[in-house]
């Protein structure tokens, strides 16, 4: 036996109480006294614990994510050392007041050591090569190749050859007709003589934002001859033309404007997609008029970006989250608007269609996204994704879809901003699930119980596992789910861990709400391009127990129990420490001690 365990390293009484918690909690799984809720665990004073305990039995816990506005239950110094947030150009300071009030230390040191080993960051868009260097304990805020999302004439691109394959009713509704330019020179002039209409389109550059370089233009002269033909290198020659919304939902002051609408995915394979329930409507700061030709380079009409329109004197921001009157409302009070002054708008209609194209568009850049990630991540830990979709409603209340954002800003302008971003960083990072790094292992007692493992997010598959999911995948043909329903009848170990993480983070959720998958989610998995076993298998747990949750995870529990899922062909070790145990009805510190040297005889 090692008896590399030191008494005296039990100093911190906050330290110990908070194991014991955490690790009582996944012990009692076995006498069925469970909290669902999130957060499940609080201190005497009812405030929510720093780190929360996962719905299974070892599996680590998260770190609570919080505001300023509510308290929590204070992080034990030992703790502290390993909670680190490395800063980036674009880390808000909404940002700073979450995770600091969470507990993490800001690193603002470019000492190298200390800025090495932290643990999550909120950074730009990284090469694709640069997500090979992220340790697979570390949160990255993006995915390799989500510029498939964000640049909008990769987007278009991805749109326009969904819309070629399915249909156009099913992907080429929600967007207004797109043209890649150089490229799709010939197409647009086609598009523009046989229109026999007066045409307006607008005319952006594909990678750029806050409304930059973006002209409004209604003859077909208009477009710069550079357009015409692909010079190399030549950025100005590239321009995304996509037709006008001329029939725009006006509002306050007869003016237009765009929904924010937040979307985080938090896996790629299996693909899981959540949409926030608040967000931003922008508008213009001049009332809208018909008459184009005359108000053409009137950008406080046309656009509706925040970064725009502040400069206009007439701008008038608005404090109050329920507020009506202002030029920025949240998303929220929209809804509640039409729900209240604007009988003829079906708001729940309104909400559907826009998960629709959330969907589809999420589905059409997957395939690029899910090969990036396969060549370049490491663990399905590591990476997640906050787009921001930019949405237009025209004047009958229907969505199109304008743009998406990859680091849509969290920064704060206003109180107003901050009650919908604050929040929002909140439900995001806990809802994602951070963990404690493994450096912290070798240092602290109790270690064992709390820190990231990374078998859990990368196991290598076993041979039956190769075999089960090849038969899956190809019994998946013709959209035909006769042969999938008994994916879920035997489950293998990476079955379970997958399914372990994923009804986790849906506990987690907060106001999220999770798109893919879900119950109703079945019929999208006929437009993805090559359908990810992962994605069948959580498709139809979702047909089975989505709504009997707590059946679900009570069979995930009863398997883990007997299966080890994390103990790797080590059974025996896992018995014994249930046979120890499972029928405890208070867990003392001393048995503790005990588990503690369990583990480092065998992983020390
Ligand atoms: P950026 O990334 O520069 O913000 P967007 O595509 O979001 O580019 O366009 C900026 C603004 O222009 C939008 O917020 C919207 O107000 C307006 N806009 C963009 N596309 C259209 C369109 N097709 N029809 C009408 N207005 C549009």
Known sequence: ????????????ENYVNLMKQVINYSLNFYNKDINYEFPRLMDSNGDPLVLQPSLFPMVWPTVYFTTEDESMSSVPNKLKPYLKWKLSSITANTMKTVVTKSGFRLLRDKNQKVYKNWSAIWCKHLKSVDFKTIKDYQKVNHFPGSFHFGRKDKLWQNLRSMSAKHGFEVFGHFHPPTFVLPHDWTQLKKYWINSGEELVFILKPPASARGQGIKIINTFSDIPKTSRTKLKHNLKSQYVVQKYITNPCLLYNETKFDLRVYVLITSIDPLRVYIYDDGLVRFASHKYSDDIQNNRDNQFMHLTNYSVNKNNLNYVPNHDINGQTGNKWTLKTLWRYFNHSCKEVDVEAIISSIEDMITKTIISCEPFVSKL?????????????????????DNAYKPWLLEVNISPSLRSDSSLDSAVKIPLIKDMFNLIGHQIPPNFKRMETFAEFICFNRHYYSAVLTDEEIIKHKKYV???VDNSFAETAEIVTHLTDEDIRILMESEDEFSRAGRFKRLLPSAKSRHYLKYFDQLLYSNLLLDEWEQQYSDNREKGIERIRELVSSRHHMFYNNSELFNTFLRNFQINDSFEENDAVLVIRFFHFDYI
Request: hydrophobic share 35%; aromatic share 14%.
């Open 1 to 12: 036996m090692n008896d590399n365990y030191n008494e005296n390293e039990i100093i911190d």
């Open 474 to 476: 190809s019994s998946f």
């Open 373 to 393: 990630v396969k060549e370049n991540v490491k663990s399905r830990y590591s990476c997640f994704e906050l787009l921001g979709f930019d949405i237009m409603l």
